[in-house]
């Protein structure tokens, strides 16, 4: 086992009752999290260069830099999401999980998920992949509709939007707690503030999902993704995918918080 994947059972087994530990340990190794956690800082930094630019009018200096460093800490997201994915595991059949994702097949969708994610990172590979499934669609490209079966079998469009919506309510809470916003706007303003998101949000959201999972599981026979299918639809499937939305939906929702709060302490012109 890989030394990051064995670092995942003993973070875990710290946390949780053994019998627990394992089986959440055993599942998240097989989806190799520590390396889905390396990539999401990465996105997390790029994330916060680009607030210190346009939002802070490109004052993000080494301080905020620094703090967003900090806040993107893959040990620090480790800790909020494996007792979550832990928890929220509870009861289901986390063998079905590991047994899949363990197998050969498994195995070739983490390494092209995770692949095609960090891919991604480059903003003119994410670019090109939007163009290609533009091309799919035009061409009426039959992978699509092995596509959309997996997208509906994990609701990933609901489930991304309503991720999104959290994130910005938890930013603006954060800018408030900072003192950034100004004092008459109540809670109900900042709950229609992130509703009217909600739109582009999903636009985003589509785009993403769509030529992500297009650009991932192009190398994939169809009947691997039909086998794929299968098991997202499968109770495991869909027990796996609810623990893994819980557990990233709260990771997103700190590090969205500290990003508010630390935005509006650089705007304040406060020492990070």
Do not use: C, H
């Not at 993107?72 to 979550?84: E, S």
């Not at 994610?117 to 992978?143: C, G, N, T, V």
Request: net charge negative.
């Amino acid at each position: 086992m890989p030394r990051l994947a064995a670092l995942v059972i003993v973070v875990l087994a710290a946390l949780l009752p053994r019998a627990a530990a394992a089986d959440a340990g055993r599942v998240a190794a097989a989806l190799d999290m520590p390396r889905v956690l390396a990539v999401m800082r990465s996105e997390g930094l790029a994330y916060g260069e680009s607030l210190g630019r346009d939002m802070l009018q490109g004052r993000g200096g080494a301080g905020w830099q620094a703090e967003v460093s900090r806040i993107y800490d893959t040990g620090r997201l480790a800790d909020i999401v494996l007792p979550r994915f832990a928890a929220a595991l509870d009861g289901a059949d986390t063998a079905a999980m590991a047994g899949f994702f363990e197998g050969a097949l498994g195995r070739r969708i983490v390494e092209l998920e995770i692949s095609a994610r960090e891919a991604f990172l480059d903003e003119a590979i994410e670019e090109a992949a939007m163009l290609r499934l533009q091309e799919m669609a035009e061409d009426k490209d039959p992978r699509l509709d092995r596509i959309e079966a997996f997208i509906e079998a994990g609701d990933l469009i609901e489930a991304n939007v309503a991720g999104g919506l959290n994130s910005s309510l938890a930013f603006w809470r954060g800018l408030g707690e900072g003192g950034f916003l100004a004092r008459e706007m109540t809670q109900e303003d900042i709950l229609a503030e992130v509703w009217g998101q909600e739109p582009q949000i999903r636009a985003d959201t589509e785009d993403w999902v769509w030529s992500y999972l297009a650009l991932a599981y192009e190398p994939l026979t169809d009947a691997d993704m039909e086998a794929y299918i299968a098991f997202a639809e499968s109770p495991a499937g869909k027990a796996m995918n609810r623990a893994l939305f819980a557990a990233f939906d709260a990771m997103f929702a700190d590090v969205s918080y500290r990003l508010g709060l630390a935005a509006a302490r650089e705007l304040a012109g406060e020492e990070l």
